[in-house]
């Protein structure tokens, strides 16, 4: 269920939890521009950067990720990709992000974007995209602790926000700040409005230099700190995750797995040439004339159905987007009907608390009479019914995604082995080379996305000892022919 919210008569939000407002009387918008944007030093820090991590303890109303993409759009020196990671142990309603929506006409189109992915955001982490996929904003929904001591981003801002010391302890405890320090580089800054001994003792001891600022009314302080230990960092911190500059990427296959990673790295500044035997992308099963993408359920809600659901959500964001650049037509190359999932022997198992209204709501429920009619079920069918579903035409989705800029299509390239050698400036690129040795491409990166042929071209290259245990499984695929009969006959899903 989504965190109850009461409204204070000046229309600041109140949680009854904690007994705190979620910002200042006079507003957040002041807090999260001058707090935490500027006190960060953004948006000049990030200026031509490839990208920027921010990480966030308690997202709230998300008024500091809506002011840090404003301030991204804004700025034509903004890095490739912003991406905000953000912690919240009781996410807010979409509703209740609405009413407490700026004012502000260009932050209120962005708030009521974000007002509409904020949906079904179970216990776990969720990957929500904007700007056709150049801002990410990665939700953990759970304890700030586990999820610190869970991710592995290196972050290059870090935002200290949450209710009071005093009524939240634990999201200012020194394991908190332990933790968040693990996630640092040398360098990176930490801005918050809390000024409590306790918090400046804690992160001096765990390597921020620390110091007192100027505050936004009606705090007269607020705490600004840098991550330069006296000693050098050990473990993680020792070799920070430092942003890679985008250079070339070959891609070896072109079906989903491949066309997908292409459109990842292309939206990061990669310049990709994915590289493929057959005449046409989409040749091997990707060719299917048509595919499902719907969330797999069980009744203790396990990582399979957790990991399902998060690319169900990321494979609706990814045709969205593709549709808004004209590259997919919706309701021709894709739809989300929702999907009905039929129990042959009985019904697919949903957790307890999805038997009725509730958590689950969003994703997954007991299918209705309505819905088992339309598929000419009879009405005690055992079957469950999945929202955030639908179905794509795969070679679609494959060319469209090859279509962004950035992406090279290279057709009839038969690589028979990929050997690494240095260029003439002394920077190691792999090769990617025929049977006869002749030179199809080469980059500084290679993704292997050929199925069953990895191990084989792995093999070839690297020797025996190079194989991966990839196990090959077959697929099963059932084919009628529609008649204009039987194609009315069809459910709309």
């Not at 939206?267 to 035997?277: C, I, K, P, S």
Request: proline content about 9%; aromatic content about 8%; overall charge neutral.
């Amino acid at each position: 269920m989504s965190e109850p919210i009461d409204w204070l008569p000046d229309g600041t939000p109140y949680s009854p939890r904690f007994g705190d407002r979620y910002h200042s009387e006079l507003g957040g918008l002041d807090q999260a521009r001058h707090v935490f944007l500027g006190g960060c030093g953004l948006p000049a820090a990030w200026a031509d950067a490839p990208q920027w991590r921010i990480l966030e303890t308690g997202f709230g109303f998300g008024l500091n990720f809506l002011v840090a993409w404003e301030a991204w759009k804004a700025d034509p020196r903004r890095p490739m990709l912003l991406h905000f990671v953000s912690a919240e142990a009781f996410p807010v309603s979409a509703d209740a992000m609405r009413q407490a929506m700026p004012r502000e006409p260009g932050l209120r189109l962005l708030a009521e974007e974000l007002a509409t992915r904020f949906q079904g955001l179970l216990p776990g982490v969720h990957r929500l995209a904007f700007e056709q996929g150049r801002v990410l904003l990665t939700l953990y929904i759970g304890d700030a602790q586990a999820m610190l001591r869970r991710q592995q981003i290196t972050a290059d801002s870090i935002y200290l926000d949450g209710f009071t010391p005093e009524l939240n302890p634990d999201l200012w405890s020194a394991d908190t700040l332990r933790a968040l320090a693990r996630h640092c580089r040398r360098g990176t800054q930490l801005s918050t409005w809390c000024v409590a001994r306790t918090v400046r003792d804690g992160l001096a001891q765990h390597g921020f230099q620390v110091r007192k600022v100027d505050g936004v009314p009606p705090k007269r302080h607020n705490l600004h700190a840098v991550f330069d230990p006296a000693w050098q960092p050990r473990g993680p911190r020792a070799q920070p995750q430092e942003a890679i500059t985008p250079r070339r990427c070959m891609v070896l296959g072109a079906g989903i797995a491949g066309a997908a990673a292409a459109a990842s790295l292309s939206r990061r500044g990669w310049q990709v040439t994915v590289l493929d035997t057959a005449d046409a992308p989409a040749a091997g099963a990707s060719a299917l004339p048509a595919g499902l993408f719907c969330p797999h359920v069980s009744p203790d809600d396990s990582l399979l159905s957790r990991l399902s659901r998060d690319g169900a959500r990321l494979t609706l964001a990814q045709l969205q987007m593709l549709s808004g650049q004209g590259l997919l037509q919706p309701g021709t190359d894709w739809c989300d009907t929702g999907v009905l999932e039929h129990g042959v022997e009985a019904a697919p198992r949903l957790p307890r608390d999805w038997q009725s209204p509730g958590p689950g709501d969003h994703w997954s429920r007991p299918a209705s009479a309505d819905q088992l009619s339309a598929a000419g079920l009879p009405a005690d069918a055992p079957a469950c019914w999945h929202v955030q579903a639908g179905w794509v035409r795969p070679a679609r989705l494959v060319q469209a995604q090859l279509a962004l800029p950035g992406v090279r299509w290279q057709g009839r390239a038969c690589v028979a082995r990929l050997a690494r050698t240095d260029t003439a400036g002394g920077a190691p690129v792999w090769q990617a080379l025929d049977a006869q040795g002749n030179l199809l491409a080469e980059a500084e990166l290679v993704v292997l996305a050929l199925g069953p042929a990895t191990n084989a071209l792995l093999e070839h290259s690297l020797g025996a000892q190079a194989a991966w245990p990839l196990q090959p499984i077959r697929g099963q695929v059932s084919w009628d022919v529609h008649t204009p009969a039987s194609a009315q006959a069809m459910p709309p899903f």
